[in-house]
């Protein structure tokens, strides 16, 4: 019996120390854990920074706008010189964030990135055989994209806003941008309708705080995508409602507006989201019929009201009639055609490394009367080479492809940063790139991906399975 007893009490004192073992681990990995979470933290809202810190650009710039007289004499120049502040503060903390992430061995490469990488390397050796003036470096007034403010767009908005793992501040760039569209909204319908606003006079079409009105359409594509997008995949009926209001009310401002490049642009989005969901998304049909639906009749309601809106969409017609028959005058797409032949012709002459950026703008404000190509795809060709183009495009690509692979598993709110991404490149290939709307370009695709997000974690276990 005593035999059996100290048998007993030894393997129970043996088993109570396998268990003490199997416990220890876990405190330490609880403890690892809530030291990593501070460390995430801190790393989160570096990630957060350069995309918040381009929101809080335009709130500052409308609320200037509003509530002062000197922004209508000087917004041209003022409105870049709060950007250079925001933009390097945003460079300052990203480049601190992709520092924290190489020293801890946390830096993530996917296939976009090195297409991107490429197109940067392009753009320095463009630079290194053409000279770095300041227009070069910082930008022609106005648009102020240099070549500085592209290696930023890459390396910091693109970068840091795909480190952002807290779902929270992911939704914080999305409904700030969100929000501050539709107070834009608001004022031009404020200023329309019931007393003017002085900062918003004197410009080509419905510009609110922007230089004109092309440059308010590609904000607005971004902007209604975001809408739609958190009205189809957003199951909290909070977001959807925020996204139909806001989604609706930046529509109606977008035909106000009538840049036709962002109308194309959010019309092919809607066209595509349909598509998608007809082969895949089932579950989503009833919402973006109904939207489809309020659309189509939106569209039939404007063009019966609006006479001026029914002649730019017959000239639209009319225009690619004369492309497609040969008959061109130069005149077609408000003048892009010639600039874009143009253009082609400049690329010929250098097609490897390019004229270097702006190298061709007072040519081109020579020879067809505007200092742009409006069609960005183009005008990086013309810059940097046609390899840096090719570079740019399969970059923007990869980044499609890498979102279809994932779609099934990727969340709402990376659905809705890419829909954003979608809406603004469909609008550039028309367009300009800006200072204050190309930005958010790279920040929705970094916030498009699965780099650092919940979801990633759970593929990567399944996948290890």
Not at 116 to 125: E, H, L, N, R, S
């Amino acid at each position: 019996m005593a035999k059996s007893k100290t048998r007993q009490n030894s393997k129970s004192s043996k088993q109570s120390k396998k268990k003490s073992r199997q416990v220890q681990p876990a405190v330490r990995s609880l403890s690892s854990t809530s030291r990593i979470n501070n460390e995430i933290k801190l790393t989160d809202y570096l990630a957060l920074a350069p995309g918040l810190l381009m929101v809080g650009m335009i709130v500052l710039v409308l609320i200037l706008d509003l509530f002062t007289t000197t922004m209508a004499e000087t917004q041209y120049y003022d409105f870049h010189n709060i950007f250079r502040i925001f933009d390097y503060t945003a460079i300052a903390l990203g480049v601190i964030l992709l520092a924290v992430k190489i020293v801890k061995h946390e830096l993530h490469i996917e296939l976009r990135d090195l297409f991107f990488a490429g197109f940067m390397v392009c753009i320095v050796i463009s630079t290194c055989i053409n000279g770095l003036s300041h227009e070069a470096a910082f930008g022609l007034p106005v648009r102020f994209v240099g070549v500085f403010n592209m290696i930023a767009f890459f390396i910091v908005y693109m970068q840091a806003s795909g480190y952002i793992e807290r779902v929270q501040f992911r939704y914080t760039i999305l409904l700030g941008y969100v929000f501050v569209a539709d107070a834009i909204a608001l004022s031009v319908l404020y200023d329309k309708y019931v007393s003017i606003i002085e900062a918003y006079q004197n410009k080509a079409g419905i510009s609110a705080v922007f230089v004109n009105s092309n440059h308010y359409g590609y904000f607005l594509a971004m902007a209604i995508m975001i809408g739609i997008g958190m009205y189809i995949y957003e199951d909290d009926r909070r977001l959807m409602v925020i996204g139909a209001v806001s989604g609706l009310l930046n529509l109606g401002i977008l035909a106000l507006n009538m840049t036709l490049g962002a109308v194309l642009a959010v019309g092919i989005c809607i066209v595509g989201m349909l598509l998608v969901i007809l082969l895949k998304e089932r579950d989503r049909l009833r919402r973006i019929l109904i939207l489809f639906g309020i659309m189509i009749l939106s569209v039939i309601a404007v063009l019966a009201l609006s006479s001026s809106i029914r002649a730019d969409v017959a000239k639209l017609f009319s225009d690619m009639a004369k492309i497609l028959s040969g008959k061109s005058d130069g005149t077609e797409g408000s003048g892009r055609w010639v600039l874009w032949q143009t253009t082609i012709k400049y690329i010929s002459e250098k097609p490897l490394f390019g004229h270097g950026c702006e190298g061709i703008t007072l040519r081109l404000q020579e020879e067809c009367g505007i200092g742009d190509a409006h069609c960005e795809p183009m005008t990086f060709a013309a810059y940097y080479g046609i390899p840096g183009m090719i570079l740019y495009l399969c970059g923007s690509i990869a980044s499609a492809v890498s979102y279809f692979r994932h779609r099934a598993e990727l969340p709402g709110y990376c659905k809705v940063a890419f829909l954003a991404a979608c809406g603004y490149f469909l609008s550039s290939l028309v367009g300009v790139p800006m200072f204050n709307t190309a930005p958010f370009f790279y920040v929705f695709i970094g916030m498009s991906g699965l780099l650092y997000t919940e979801p990633r974690v759970m593929i990567g276990k399944k996948a290890s399975k």
